[in-house]
T-cell receptor, first 113, second 112 residues
Framework: DSGVTQTPKHLITATGQRVTLRCSPR?????VYWYQQSLDQGLQFLIQ???????AKGNILERFSAQQFPDLHSELNLSSLELGDSALYFC????????????FGEGSWLTVV | GESVGLHLPTLSVQEGDNSIINCAYS??????FIWYKQESGKGPQFIID?????DKRQGQRVTVLLNKTVKHLSLQIAATQPGDSAVYFC???????????FGKGTTLSVSS
């Protein structure tokens, strides 16, 4: 158990809809990362937050957004969903004392139908 | 741009053999590399990492080798066990130093 908690574990929704994925980082970790994993693209970095502030952006679509709250949990919002958004979405966290290692949650599996 | 790739998508070995998983990276300025293991239905788990000022680092049954000349990284697993069956990802720190960029993964299958 990495200590990173993600909900929901599975989600099925229709095209055009909006969903919110939630992540609780390891206790005390200030950095939260979101990654998308699909069969043909591997693990794609989406966005990073540090202590509530956006720190870095990767290949995140404009239809997607994220935020990190004062209690350090984070949410990834996916809107106007398309079939191609079906993927496993991982949250990861890193503490200032854990060096460069990031710890992943178990993921949220999103299926868009 | 930054990209990390692996030479082979799949690798099959017999239990007890040594496994070598390879990875090529493109950013010659990368200063940090890491290997993760992902079992079916789980998130990636940290295996071992290495900084660019090192050529080799050993862990328990695993060794990472870094060849900066040819921008090549490898993970060696000694005495491979069925529990080692998983997808293995290499990753490098991005140019901004803020995130890890992953390759597409090698699926290791261990038969007993």
């Amino acid at each position: 158990d990495s200590g990173v908690t993600q909900t929901p574990k599975h989600l099925i929704t229709a095209t055009g809809q909006r969903v919110t994925l939630r992540c609780s980082p390891r206790s005390g970790d200030l950095s939260v990362y979101w990654y998308q994993q699909s069969l043909d693209q591997g693990l794609q970095f989406l966005i990073q937050y540090y202590n509530g502030e956006e720190r870095a952006k990767g290949n995140i679509l404009e239809r997607f957004s994220a935020q990190q709250f004062p209690d350090l949990h984070s949410e990834l919002n996916l809107s106007s969903l398309e079939l191609g958004d079906s993927a496993l979405y991982f949250c990861a966290s890193r503490g200032d004392s854990s060096g460069n290692t990031i710890y992943f949650g178990e993921g949220s599996w999103l299926t868009v139908v | 741009g930054e990209s990390v790739g692996l030479h082979l998508p799949t690798l099959s070995v017999q239990e007890g053999d040594n496994s070598i998983i390879n990875c090529a990276y493109s950013n010659s300025a990368s200063d940090y590399f890491i290997w993760y293991k992902q079992e079916s239905g789980k998130g990636p788990q940290f295996i071992i990492d290495i900084r660019s000022n090192m050529d080799k680092r050993q862990g328990q049954r695993v060794t990472v080798l870094l060849n900066k000349t040819v921008k090549h990284l490898s993970l060696q697993i000694a005495a491979t066990q069925p529990g080692d069956s998983a997808v293995y990802f290499c990753a490098e720190r991005n140019q901004a130093g803020t995130a890890l960029i992953f390759g597409k993964g090698t699926t290791l299958s261990v038969s007993s």
